[in-house]
């Protein structure tokens, strides 16, 4: 396994990976969401108790998962760097926290406009809403880090640590609702066994879930090849390939 | 189809706002992430070019001055 995994190490082969990988997700990615978000919109039964507002739910479960998902992802990430001195997993552990912290101020929000109808209110101090918040805090803090220091390895690390530190909130955000009495509802989909959700419901959510999951792996995919350029600026490759770039801008230009 | 008529449609049930609301700011802060992710891209490659560029004078320069000195 570590003979195949070896090249991926290897920053201009993983660049040309991602590069690579980008179309296909992009495709895939936009195909996904177009279907799940009109079937969403437009097909879906309504909630029998929330009606429309439920529509909601489609943008707003599968942010708030990928949120933590997103996070999971980079603390693994920034495991491997701080133990095996991986550099590729540092820039990864860089790339994802803006789409983190995106995708929770999406779930934050979505779940304010959803608990002013329903709650009354589209704020309130609970366990799962603040955790939640605090999870927004913690790629804030991720991402001033990765830009404070002109190092990119000791920003790493400093990120890093956070990051560790802040894994603490994760099971916190998913076992808020069973460990304290909240306003938000408990899961409707991941329960253990069957989801108690109706199918016509169902199979939207599955669309729109895969569809932003795809899109985060098309973003994850560009960050990611902007944090290798800017940790391996000096290499003779990259050298190469902002030349390439350059010239076929001024021929470009040239030509109109 | 769950709707009669396109104003039903926007008015989703008297939730249209919120449901409008909740859509709306999703699509533009995801939009604005990808465009700021893309033009981060084109952005360090224009760094890293223009600094290559000074340092190659900077060489050019230094390699002039040398070989004035000699001459």
């Not at chain 1, 350029?229 to 350059?246: E, G």
Request: hydrophobic share 50%; proline share 3%.
């Amino acid at each position: 396994m570590w003979k195949w995994l070896h090249p991926y190490a290897n920053p201009e082969v993983s660049y040309h990976f991602a590069g690579k990988l980008l179309p296909w997700l992009s495709a895939l990615a936009a195909l996904f969401l177009s279907i799940g978000l009109v079937w969403a919109l437009l097909f879906a039964p309504a909630d029998y108790q929330q009606g429309d507002s439920f529509r909601i739910f489609y943008i707003h479960v599968p942010a708030a998962s990928l949120s933590m998902g997103i996070y999971v992802g980079m603390a693994i990430a920034a495991f491997s760097s701080l133990v095996w001195q991986l550099k590729l997993a540092n820039a990864s552990a860089a790339a994802m926290a803006p789409i983190g912290a995106t995708f929770t101020a999406i779930a934050l929000i979505t779940g304010a406009a959803w608990g002013k109808p329903m709650w009354g209110t589209w704020w309130i101090w609970d366990a799962r809403l603040t955790s939640e918040l605090i999870l927004l805090f913690l790629y804030m803090g991720v991402i001033a880090l990765h830009s404070a220091f002109e190092d990119k390895d000791l920003a790493g690390k400093a990120a890093g640590i956070l990051t560790l530190v802040g894994v603490v909130n994760i099971p916190i955000i998913k076992y808020s609702v069973e460990w304290w009495n909240t306003l938000h509802q408990g899961s409707t989909v991941s329960k253990m066994g069957k989801p108690s959700m109706s199918i016509d419901m169902l199979w939207p959510f599955l669309f729109c879930f895969i569809g932003f999951a795809l899109l985060v792996s098309v973003i994850i995919c560009i960050r990611f090849r902007t944090e290798i350029l800017a940790r391996n600026s000096i290499r003779p490759w990259v050298r190469d390939l902002v030349n390439s770039h350059v010239a076929y801008n001024t021929t470009f230009k040239e030509h109109m | 189809m769950q709707f009669d008529s396109f104003s039903a449609f926007i008015n989703m049930g008297g939730y249209g706002f919120y449901v409008w609301l909740s859509f709306g700011v999703s699509a533009v802060l995801l939009a604005l992430l990808i465009f700021s992710s893309k033009s981060g891209h084109q952005q360090i490659i224009k760094n890293i070019a223009s600094r290559q560029q000074r340092e190659d004078k900077l060489r050019q320069a230094r390699e002039l001055r040398e070989q004035n000195l000699k001459t």
